[in-house]
């Protein structure tokens, strides 16, 4: 029996393994899993080329709990190592891959938490002493194990494997036999390897048999080998997009629609985004995009690798060409980060605008769950703005939509003023607004609804983009001052008249702390004798400022 010690400057890493990553110490069995799919494919690979001329048979990995023994064990079928294999791949590659990974990272866990990490010595993690049973796929190949408690000193010896593949047997230690507990493997396994590409069996299936639930002999494969994201989407129904957003999101209401990404060059990119109905005033769910490295779940918060409006979208980004091993400003400056990004934000604006421009009923339909997000993209990122431009609409008081360039059209013989510009009117509120919409429209204006969450910013957006268009509120002034087209009208009541009438309207708004106008005009058909109103600017400025700026 050989004994060794691995490495040199080994002495402290197996304490920060311990303690490495602290709160999130389960990620040991997607790392552990991850290298046992990866023996496999490996195997697949070798066989695909000739190399491997063995029977391949079933590669099913197997995920084991032993309560008693206090071990968990995951078992391959992959290409196996021979003992050499193992003093190289163990003791040196992966020893010293987990060392420079702790040297760079150890004071920075929590920037790369849910990320990849350690690889096999973070089984080390959550046990006292990890062995590995090993018999390489090579012809007249010996089986080996190893077994390490922790310490950097290691035995290798013959082992009792019988077939091809890989037994890592971890003896789980005292203070985290969680990981003795059924349902928290479930739980990992349900998190990580939910869409690994090798079928993963943990348990028995279960069944109901006389009222009551019990265990079948048929194993419980927890995985979906082929997730509806690789597939091609011609061969997908929307039947199939919808079952899959319900596979990520049980609870979840349908989206509204989807897109499927699918790029080869010059990056390497899979996945489905849904849009989910983000409704007016209700509590956005950011970040439920999760991220995956060739099917491997990789984390769930992506807010670093798409522009922040995306991260209200749903679904999965699939790509291994995402720097996993690095620091939150280091993927903000990577150049394939950059690029995905990119590419993300053009496939969302061109999918909005092919709905837009293939089926505008439809559209629209949609346009009051989908409003709040463009408006959120177009006020953040100014590609986006650029390219949503064209199919942003805007709905009128009789609930007609318009994209901007129809809507001046419209309006812009009628509402344009002494200066040239074109006044768009509008209503936060069309009951509380009701007497001024009417008086608006009896004076042939257009109003429109603005009653979004993200509206009164929105409106300075368009103005700043537009300088010859002006917002203004149907109760910002009377309506013949609305839009100042050239002639000012003249109240009916003389100066002394107004000086003695003005108090008693205004004395009950001092309260408000906003500047009313009492005005005394003429106000058209429905006159009349008084009208309150409230300058655009002074509103605005008092919106903007509830809303945090
Ligand atoms: P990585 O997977 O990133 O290479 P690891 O530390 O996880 O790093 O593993 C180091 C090496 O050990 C792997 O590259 C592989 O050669 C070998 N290895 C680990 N687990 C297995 C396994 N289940 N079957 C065969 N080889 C394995």
Redesign the pocket.
């Known amino acids: 029996m050989a004994k060794g010690k691995i490495g040199v400057t080994s002495q402290d890493l197996f304490p920060i393994i311990k303690k490495f990553l602290y709160s999130n110490h389960d990620i040991f069995l997607r790392?552990?899993i991850?290298?046992?799919v990866?023996?496999t494919q490996?195997l697949n690979t070798l066989a695909s080329t000739g190399q491997y001329k063995g029977e391949i048979g079933d590669t099913t990995i197997e995920v084991k709990l032993d309560k008693e023994a206090k071990t968990l064990t995951?078992s391959?079928k992959?290409?196996?190592?021979t003992k050499d294999?193992i003093k190289k791949?163990?003791n040196q590659?992966?020893?010293s891959?987990?060392e420079e990974f702790l040297d760079k990272y150890k004071d920075k866990a929590n920037a790369i938490i849910g990320h990849?990490g350690?690889?096999?010595?973070?089984s080390f993690m959550v046990s006292d002493q990890v062995e590995?049973q090993?018999l390489s796929y090579q012809e007249g190949a010996e089986p080996a194990h190893w077994t390490c408690d922790g310490t950097p000193e290691y035995t290798l010896k013959k082992g009792t494997k019988t077939e091809r593949?890989?037994d890592?047997i971890m003896h789980i230690s005292e203070d985290e036999k969680e990981f003795l507990e059924e349902p928290r493997i479930k739980e990992l396994l349900n998190k990580y390897c939910k869409f690994l590409p090798i079928p993963i069996a943990f348990g028995k299936k279960k069944d109901w048999k006389d009222g009551k639930e019990i265990e079948t002999d048929e194993v419980l494969i927890v995985n979906d080998t082929n997730p509806t994201w690789t597939k091609a989407p011609a061969d997908l129904k929307q039947e199939d997009y919808d079952a899959f957003y319900h596979q990520l999101y049980p609870f979840a209401e349908n989206p509204m629609f989807h897109i499927h990404l699918n790029v080869d060059y010059p990056f390497n990119l899979t996945g489905i985004l849904y849009f989910p109905k983000i409704k007016n005033n209700m509590e956005i769910q950011k970040n439920k995009i999760q991220l995956y490295s060739n099917q491997v779940f990789v984390t769930d918060s992506v807010e670093d690798i798409v522009p922040e409006f995306l991260t209200l979208l749903h679904g999965v980004i699939d790509s291994p060409d995402i720097p996993l091993n690095v620091s939150r400003s280091y993927l903000q400056s990577d150049s394939n980060v950059r690029k995905i990004s990119n590419h993300i934000t053009k496939k969302v604006a061109d999918s909005l605008h092919d709905l837009f421009k293939n089926d505008r009923a439809s559209f629209e339909e949609k346009w009051n769950d989908l409003r709040i997000f463009v408006q959120y993209g177009m006020l953040t990122d100014e590609k986006f703005a650029e390219r949503a431009k064209p199919f942003f609409l805007l709905e009128n008081i009789e609930g007609k939509y318009f994209t901007l360039e129809e809507y001046e059209n419209l309006v812009k013989e009628n509402q344009t003023d002494k200066d040239n510009n074109v006044i768009f009117l509008y209503s936060q509120d069309k009951d509380a607004q009701y007497s001024y919409i009417q008086v608006a429209k009896d004076k042939g204006y257009d109003v429109l609804l603005m009653d979004g969450q993200l509206d009164t910013h929105f409106i300075n957006f368009l103005e700043q983009k537009d300088s010859n268009k002006r917002y203004t509120r149907v109760d910002a002034d009377v309506v013949n001052k609305l839009i100042v087209k050239d002639e000012t009208t003249e109240s009916s009541l003389t100066e002394q008249e107004r000086t003695d009438l003005a108090p008693i309207f205004s004395a009950p708004l001092q309260s408000e702390k906003i500047n009313y106008m009492v005005n005394f005009e003429a106000l058209g058909e429905n006159a009349q004798p008084v009208l309150i109103t409230q300058a655009e600017f002074m509103r605005r400025m008092k919106d903007m400022s509830a809303m945090g700026g």
């Open positions: 790392e552990i991850a290298n046992a990866d023996a490996k995951i391959d992959g290409i196996g190592m294999e791949y163990i590659i992966a020893f891959g987990a990849f350690l690889g096999f010595y973070s590995i090993t593949g890989t890592i």
